[in-house]
């Protein structure tokens, strides 16, 4: 999962030279969502198991894609607000800001996703935040204006990539907060794969101009490979592993392995697209990385990142 949320940054930027970013966006996010309806479909046909019937692999793997609660209307009402939020919005701004500034700079500021979800939880009351959290956050705001704030008025438009980065991250922390209630009663993989079709129905034609001014014919092999791997590996398996991470080994030793995504990501950026890794860069990554485990320090609800 690590590996395939950090080489994604890479890979997706690779392809914005022959598709344009909100075309390539609504390509994956439909594919991805055709991939994962049909999982939820075919998990739903499948013949139910007798009660005497021993467990096996594939009911832990349904149990992670199945919803089997019926889908109220206020159920509809939050998916259709979770899909607005957590994939139109935040994919817009993502994949804006991807395309706009550094993949360094877009991946720590993604990796702050967990302090911007817990103080959120604290205005709304739903968590408490200690001092321990608040250092936490103060070091990894820190950290962003090392890496991102330097040299930010001679960039324009990396600034506004960094703006919609922000904006995406606090996107996909309401979108956690508000997909709490729904987690309760339905499967995780069945909300992401609902709302996220949901998503897509008003994507697809906010990026349809785009879509339309791409030459379809004329994208390389490499391009369409990079769509391919980035609905495929970066929307449908990642989320699937860290799903059954959670299921596994609980959230908190899950979202561990999620703090190494930028590093990752940096690496890959510097191997294949020639990103300069500078010392202040490196600083600030490190100050990121150390305000969010502080801000777990003492905190068994870990948030979910945002990774595609």
Known sequence: MTLIWGTNYSIVKSAFGEIH?????????????AIFLAIIV???RMPARSGDAPADGAD????????????????????????IVGHLLYQYLFIGGLARTSVANSSLMLAATPVVIALISAVLGQDRVGKLHWLGAALSMAGIYVVVGHGAA?????????????????CWAIYTIGARHLMTRHSPVG???????????FYVPLAWGHIQ?????????????????SALFA??????????????IGSARTSVYSNLVPLVAMVTAVAFLGESLSPSK????????????LTRVGHRRVAIPAGE
């Open 60 to 83: 832990a793997i349904a149990s992670i894609l199945h919803t089997p609660a019926p889908i109220t209307r206020a159920d509809w009402l939050g998916l259709i607000a979770l899909g």
């Open 235 to 248: 929307l449908c398996v990642a989320y699937t592993i860290w799903y059954a991470a959670v299921r596994q």
């Open 42 to 44: 075919g998990i739903r």
């Open 21 to 33: 970013p909100q075309a390539f966006n609504a390509v994956r996010m439909a594919i991805a969502s």
């Open 213 to 229: 001014a791409v030459d379809w014919r004329a994208v390389s092999t490499g391009a369409w490979l990079a769509v391919g791997y």
């Open 191 to 201: 909300v992401t794969g609902i709302s996220m079709a949901i998503g897509t129905l």
């Open 154 to 170: 001679f960039d324009t438009h990396g600034l506004v990539g960094d703006l919609m980065m922000f904006g995406a991250v606090c």
């Open 282 to 293: 490196i600083g600030g990554a490190a100050a990121v990385l150390i305000g969010v485990a």
